[in-house]
């Protein structure tokens, strides 16, 4: 690990204060930020909350409010729904605005569900999926820097498939140099999967998401995670990205995005 996303800064009440640094900007707008990041951020607010209550997560759903700019953020997580088997958090994040008072700019929902021994009835939908020779990156993510600086991307020949494919490793810490889980580095690149899935041209087209909703049956290992991922697009403007997530022993779960799609004025 080479950097990180935040630095932890001080607490301000119930929130928790971060400095975004330079790895969270996105390709999009360099004022704002990717959504990896803060998904990310969330996640591990969430873990830390329910750390020893029995209870995994097993739904990210990250909601993005507005622009999320790079600059100072506050965090804070909490139970919404209690439960000793299934249970519901909320982390949100919050940023500063010039002209008027601080807003929520993103929110996380997840489900924990208790803890149970089920390994006799394993079941995957898909055989792992094994990582080959790299394809050259897509010439729009070659030199945006910011976020990309901070991840390992590695483009599939994708002959065969149902979708792209990539493998992933994110190469910055979450915060300072906290140890990172397995979840909160697939929340470090999940977010990447309508960059993966893309059918449309960026330079005709942005085509941004507004979501990322991920869903595990079995907890990521390791560093190293790959997206099969394919858009579809709508005739009034809006489309949506799916993907199949993999680890390197295997398919954990399924990740979807909405997506507003903008005719990009021509030059």
């Not at 507005?66 to 249970?87: D, K, Q």
């Not at 065969?160 to 979840?183: C, E, M, N, R, Y």
Request: include cysteine; proline fraction near 7%.
């Amino acid at each position: 690990m080479n950097g990180c996303f935040y630095r932890r800064l001080d607490s301000d009440g119930e929130y928790l204060t971060f400095d975004s640094t330079d790895y969270t900007r996105s390709n999009w707008d360099p004022e704002s930020q990717h959504g990896s990041p803060p998904l990310a951020l969330l996640t591990k607010l969430i873990e830390e909350l329910s750390a020893d209550s029995g209870l995994r997560i097993g739904r990210l759903s990250l909601d993005i409010l507005g622009a999320i700019p790079v600059t100072r953020v506050r965090a804070r997580a909490w139970v919404e729904r209690p439960g000793s088997r299934v249970c519901m958090a909320v982390a949100e994040l919050r940023a500063d605005r010039e002209d008027g008072p601080a807003r929520v700019v993103a929110r996380m929902t997840a489900w924990l569900l208790k803890v149970t021994d089920t390994a006799d009835v394993v079941s995957d939908r898909y055989p792992p999926l094994r990582e080959g020779p790299v394809q050259p990156l897509p010439a729009v993510f070659a030199d945006a820097g910011g976020y990309f600086d901070a991840i390992d991307w590695r483009p599939q020949s994708s002959e065969g498939q149902s979708g792209a494919v990539s493998w992933f490793t994110p190469k910055a810490h979450i915060v300072d140099t906290d140890p990172t889980t397995p979840l909160q580095r697939l929340a470090a690149v999940v977010d990447c999967a309508n960059g993966v899935g893309a059918v449309l041209d960026p330079n005709q087209f942005v085509f941004m998401n507004t979501d990322t909703v991920v869903h595990v049956h079995r907890l990521p290992t390791g560093s190293d995670f790959a997206l099969r991922a394919r858009a579809s697009i709508g005739p009034d403007g809006m489309g949506a990205t799916t993907a199949d997530v993999y680890d390197n022993v295997g398919f954990i779960g399924t990740a979807a995005q909405t997506i507003l799609i903008q005719r990009r004025p021509p030059t």
